[in-house]
């Protein structure tokens, strides 16, 4: 079953920019979510990492029930665990609009990436699948037409603030061309003023950035020149 509820306008006439909320100040959140919603973001990415899949911990559901509550950024949840499918529901009760997993996740053996998309789908959400830097786009045949997203990682997942991998970007292009224009293309990772340009040439439509906009002395302009107006 495809969503027919979709946290990303179909097709977006501008990039979609989704911060990361792994670089703001964690002192400040609240304040800081808030003020990149005015600052025009179109998401929010929250990075969920278990310490097992990646060398890094970070949050779980009660963070996005807590943006739900804050702010009106939808959150755009993306998993780095070992087992995604124990954790699908407990995100989508909280309010996640958007759940990505990993095609690399060994909890995958147990359960078929289709029947997550599945059940994201049966609850209204999107769903989508990520590729870290050294995984093929072959690695999706089978789900492609699936997904409602394909997150390209243009790091080593675990944290914010690395240096963007371009070699990545032959994996843009390659999905570009075979991905529908309902289907949308994320790249994550290291996403700054200097490295935008390329990903959107590339063909990437949503773009996710940490230390670029939680680090930029000027948020709303950061953004602006992120979605090359
Ligand atoms: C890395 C995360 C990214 C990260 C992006 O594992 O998936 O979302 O927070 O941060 P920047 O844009 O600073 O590389
Ligand atoms: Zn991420």
């Known amino acids: 079953m495809k969503s027919n509820v979709s946290v990303f306008p179909h097709p977006p006439h501008l990039p979609l920019i989704a911060p990361s909320l792994l670089a703001a100040d964690f002192g400040q959140i609240g304040r800081q979510v808030n003020e990149v919603e005015k600052a025009g973001a179109d998401l929010i990415h929250v990075d969920i990492m278990d310490g097992h899949f990646v060398p890094n911990l970070t949050m779980g559901p009660d963070m996005v029930q807590a943006l739900r509550r804050s702010c009106r950024l939808m959150p755009d949840v993306h998993l780095m665990v070992t087992d995604p499918q124990n954790f699908i529901e407990p995100f989508l009760d909280a309010g996640a609009g958007h759940i990505s997993f990993h095609i690399e ?3 995958l053996a147990r359960c078929s990436a289709s029947d997550l998309i599945r059940r994201i789908h049966a609850r209204g959400a999107t769903a989508g699948v990520a590729l870290n830097p050294s995984t093929p786009v072959a690695a999706l045949e089978s789900i492609l037409s699936l997904a409602d ?6 790091v080593h997942p675990g944290f914010t603030g690395q240096n963007f991998m371009p070699e990545t970007l032959s994996k843009v292009t390659e999905l570009h061309r075979r991905l529908s224009p309902h289907q949308r293309l994320q790249i994550d990772g290291g996403i ?3 490295t935008a340009p390329d ?3 590339a063909g990437a ?7 670029a906009i939680f680090r930029a ?3 709303a302009a950061t953004i602006q020149r992120l979605r090359g107006e």
Do not use: F, H, K
Not at 149 to 154: D, G, I, N
Not at 205 to 211: E, K, M, P, T
């Open 199 to 201: 990903a959107l040439r």
């Open 217 to 219: 002395p000027d948020w």
């Open 105 to 107: 996740a060994p909890g």
């Open 192 to 194: 700054g003023l200097q």
């Open 149 to 154: 997203l394909v997150l390209v990682m243009s």
């Open 205 to 211: 439509d949503v773009l996710v950035a940490g230390a």
